[in-house]
């Protein structure tokens, strides 16, 4: 029986090109349809807003989509269907926001429904992504082959935001529904060519295929069984806080950032712009740094991919103290250097974080990676829908609790750096856990070859 085949680059590829499939419907539905709503229907701005937060309270769905995985023994069957749901919802999104003109109950109502099928689509296909690259992806290619995925998806925001917004323009309603209907008849078509023949067949399931063995008898445990044991192992316990924490703090400034710069430095709109463009670009740094680092020639001489999960949480705090003290002092704190070293040490941690979920999500029990996989996803997907409540929520009750708008924002980036440096506590505990696992993994197999 041939071995599961392990991927190269153009694999890693593939799997960035259904990222960047999931990123072109998700993009327009955060963006193009929130300007729409806002601008050419008037609706109030917490409406998208409410939406958006929707469609990550739906991914508390991911461990049950992993479990599911699980449970088929193969990925592409869920990133297909994910992609096709996630296309689903996005052209219906379109419909609703349109509908919304005439009738604004049946259109919210229709509005509610797409954006639970896009939350349903992003868990179904994302979940089951970071399955099929932990387990195939070697690793001394995970933190490389990470970045170029989220590149490639990145690649997919700008690409698509682009393209919509030239074939749209002038805009009407029926443009507008036109061309997400392309668009997700495109991206099905472009997944699905992606994904072919890609994954095969897992032995497993050959093997039980042979002895005759179903999916339901191969499946001894329920899906709440099965979660409470992956629950229960300290080292994916650990973890799941580490996400939690970093991508709250990681979400939370992200609404907040330019309000400060035009609010305490006087920046224009163009200006805090900028200064967003200049931590976009600073956060690709950190991922290409970490990617760099993690890559096999050159692995260990820039950090490892553990350290760097660690240092960039301990950096991004910092990061967050000076922003602190620049609200306290004003326009006398070097703001886009701060910005800079902010947006760096994200994206290394950020990246370091990925390629450490695709190992730990094969550590453990065997046959529950995507159970794993589902419940940090699931971490995530809450950090990021409260992120932007708590963010933006903190900023309001402290401008309310006190007359300095510097010290307003101070106050909350405070808050947010002492969320990085608990996350940083919990990363030393991931590989203080981890280091303690390979001992113990090379102890019994020593002590099995001796006693053989």
């Known amino acids: ?23 072109a419907v998700v993009v327009v539905t955060t963006s193009t349809l929130n300007r729409i709503m806002v601008v050419e229907l008037a609706l109030p701005a917490l409406l998208p807003g409410m939406l958006v937060a929707l469609h990550y309270l739906v991914q508390m769905v991911r461990p049950r989509m992993g479990f599911g995985a699980d ?21 219906l999104a379109s419909v609703a926001t349109v509908l919304m003109q005439s009738s604004f109950g049946l259109g919210l109502v229709l509005c509610i429904v797409a954006f639970s099928l896009i939350g349903l689509g992003v868990s179904a296909c994302g979940t089951s992504l970071l399955v099929l690259m932990a387990k195939r992806v070697p690793d001394s290619r995970r933190a490389p082959a990470a970045t170029l995925v989220w590149m490639m998806m990145i690649l997919g925001f700008a690409m698509t935001a682009v393209t919509v917004g030239k074939l749209i323009d002038p805009y009407t309603p029926e443009q507008l529904i036109r061309v997400t ?12 060519l992606s994904l072919w023949g890609l994954e095969g067949q897992d032995t497993r399931s050959l093997r039980d295929s042979d002895a005759g063995i179903s999916p339901k008898e191969r499946s001894g445990s329920k899906f ?28 939370a400034q992200d609404l907040i950032l ?30 290409l740094w970490v ?26 705090a910092v990061a967050m103290v000076g922003l602190s003290t620049a609200g306290l002092q004003g326009q006398h704190w070097p703001l886009k250097a701060n910005i800079g ?17 695709m190992r730990l999500s094969t550590q453990g029990s065997q046959g529950h990676e995507g ?24 900023s309001d009750l402290a401008h309310w609790l006190v007359a300095s708008s510097g010290l307003a924002y101070a106050s909350v980036f405070g808050f947010e750096a002492l969320m990085f440096a608990l996350s940083a506590w919990c990363a030393i505990l991931v590989n203080r856990n981890d280091v303690v696992a390979e001992q113990a993994k090379a102890y019994f197999s020593t002590d099995l070859q001796r006693a053989q």
């Open 181 to 192: 209907a392309g668009l997700a008849a495109l991206v099905v078509c472009v997944a699905g």
């Open 258 to 287: 330019e309000p400060f710069a035009g609010d305490v430095y006087g920046m224009s709109p163009g200006q805090t712009t900028q200064l967003s463009g200049l931590q976009h670009g600073a956060v690709l740094a950190g991922m």
């Open 371 to 394: 159970t794993r996989m589902g419940l940090w996803g699931a971490a995530q997907a809450i950090a990021f829908g409260l992120g932007g409540i708590l963010g933006t929520g903190a």
């Open 224 to 251: 709440k069984e099965t979660l409470l044991q992956v629950w229960r192992e300290p080292q994916a316990r650990t973890f799941t806080i580490f996400v939690f924490l970093s991508m709250l703090a990681y979400s």
């Open 71 to 91: 449970q088929g023994r193969r990925c592409t069957p869920w990133m297909l269907g994910g992609v096709g749901v996630l296309a689903v919802g996005g052209l």
């Open 1 to 23: 029986m041939n071995p599961v085949r392990v991927f190269g680059w153009l694999d890693v590829a593939r799997l960035g090109l259904v990222q960047a499939c999931m990123g």
């Open 341 to 357: 070293l902010l947006g760096v040490a994200n994206g290394a941690f950020s990246i370091a974080a990925i390629a450490t979920m």
């Open 291 to 316: 990617a760099l680092a993690g890559w096999a020639p050159v692995k260990g001489r820039l950090g490892s991919v553990h350290r760097w999960m660690v240092w960039g949480c301990l950096l991004s």
